[in-house]
């Protein structure tokens, strides 16, 4: 290597480094504004722990002599290297580090404690990343055959060995650490968390994706003309990923957000191409971005399903994204490209090698965490991530304040809440009052008219029947037929008010069958044929709200007999919706021009009545072609 070549490494490294900003914009856009604090601080101490962990053993364990193709042995605390490349070597290998330990913890943020953290970051840098990092590159640095590399296993610069093995870590520790708090509601259906800043997590995704550039640019190790082609294939798998999340999104998941779609896209798809960007075309590395652009949607839509809470989709991204990069490397490079002769066994190596990324990250990430949640405990209490973590881990005076604030907020909704709650329930009280009332008074007129006048009028019937039967004075005994006639006009009409006063059958019987009774006797007393469509499956209403219907249907109907000279009337009591419900009286009659009618034929009472109700009233009328009375009464009972 030239001077040339270790400025263009350094110059990467430096690209790598910088991802860290991206991925502290990235995750404080997705969390909640009580957690920015906390994942902002966590993310710088995960690469102080992955500097120190990493360089003090896991180089040594990642680079050092092999001991069976399975783990290195020698380079303890960087002892014995040479200087000049090594050095530069080691800068960018500790950037890709920093990266795998950065991840997982995204994945976790919002209910994880930061002394676990930091102990699955030091694992991570020490043991779980380096070890299956020999596997795949321990020949990188001393020339030497191990595990996988020896059996022609291709992984350029780390879709499995960094961003899969991140990615199955962060899927361990969130089945074990468990599901934020609310993240899904009662009948299993995930809730919208909030996020604190999309426009910072949109600032994040850009710099990753200008840093990933480095990633990949950085690990031909060379500054020639094939860093063009691996920049060029980087940019298009990216943008491509974002087409093919966004077509998937559209296709499989309406009810999720495009947005989400965007992210995990352009993010899968620079993982994806991680494995292949030096041997792969511009097209093909359009095929691999769009394939796992909609890989990630739809292993997001997995996790919601399965209920595992990734806070900013890590999983779908780096642990499946890196997955399918790695195989369709083999699916897409041209035969002469592949480590193998043959495409078939250059596609099995390559899913042994993801397997064995998944059986060995998954596995001992689990292990980690529970051993983790069993001792030290992984997750803050119920109460601390009510608070965020802002001021649980690092007492943040700002976010403390803003606790205070909304907790009060909660607190006087809750006790505004609870006051509103309360009125109502006098005011119901006050209204049934009021109906029980007016029930009373009317049976009392009832009373005093069936008693009082009514009784007197009889009385007066019978007299003037007696007096009729004398035919010595004919004009005499006609006049008292006629005011016979008269007396039993009155009766009837009485009769009339006090069946009106009290409507028995109503509490008797139910709202439905007193309609079509009081149609019932109507109708040959009228003349009017009336056509009953009465749903038998009534909303559950109050009492005063199902007098109040019987009397507006017994108002339309009055005023039908009384007014309209019709012959036929549609009666209608439907439930139109589960929110709905629509009373209509329907006439053939005369109908009237409701320009100059305003109230009269029992208009102002049935207002009053559908006020009483809450409904949505329209009364349609004209000279010659009958009327109408519809409602729209709100039923849903929250």
Known sequence: MNGIDHLWVVICACFVFFMQAGFICYEVGFVRPKNVVSVAIENIIAFVIATLSFYLVGFAFMFGATRGGLIGTSHWLLLGLNGNYDD??????????????????????ERTKLKALVIAAAVTGIIIYPIYGHWVWGGNYIRQSTFLESLGYMDYAGATVVHSTAGWIALSGTIVLGARKDRWD?????????????PFAALGTFILW?????????????????????????????????????????????DQSYMEAVFNGALGGLVAITASSEILSPWQAILVGMITGAVTVLASMLLLRLKIDDAV??????????????LLCAVFADPGELSLASRGKQLLVQLLGVSVNFAWA????????WILDRTIGLRVSPEEEEKGLNIVEFSDVASWLEHLKDEHYENLTQDLYRTIRQQNIVLRRQADLLVATQEQEREKIARDLHDGVGQSLVALKINLGLLSRRPEDEQLRRDTEKAVKMVDGAIAEIRSVIGNLKPAELKRDGLSKSIRSLCGKLEPLSGVQFHCNITDTMPEWAETEELNIYRIVQECLTNIIKHSEATEADVNLLALSDKIFLISVIDNGRGFDMQSVNSGFGLTNIRERADMLNAKMVVDSAEGQGTRVILEIPHGRN
Do not use: K
Request: hydrophobic share 50%; glycine share 16%; proline share 2%.
């Open 88 to 109: 530069i070597f080691a800068l960018y290998q500790l950037m890709f580090a920093g990266t795998a330990v950065t991840i997982f913890s995204g994945s976790m943020s």
């Open 186 to 198: 009662e009948n299993g259906r995930p809730r919208r968390m909030g996020r604190s800043n999309i």
């Open 210 to 254: 200008f840093s990933w550039f480095g990633f990949n640019g950085g690990s031909l190790f060379r500054f020639d003309d094939q860093v063009g082609l691996i920049l060029l294939n980087t940019n298009f798998a990216a943008a491509s990923g974002v087409v093919g999340a966004i077509l998937t999104t559209y296709l499989f998941a309406r």
């Open 313 to 326: 989709n890590a999983v779908p991204i780096h642990g499946f994204g890196g997955a399918c990069g790695t």
């Open 362 to 369: 998954f596995g001992m990430g689990f292990l980690m965490f």
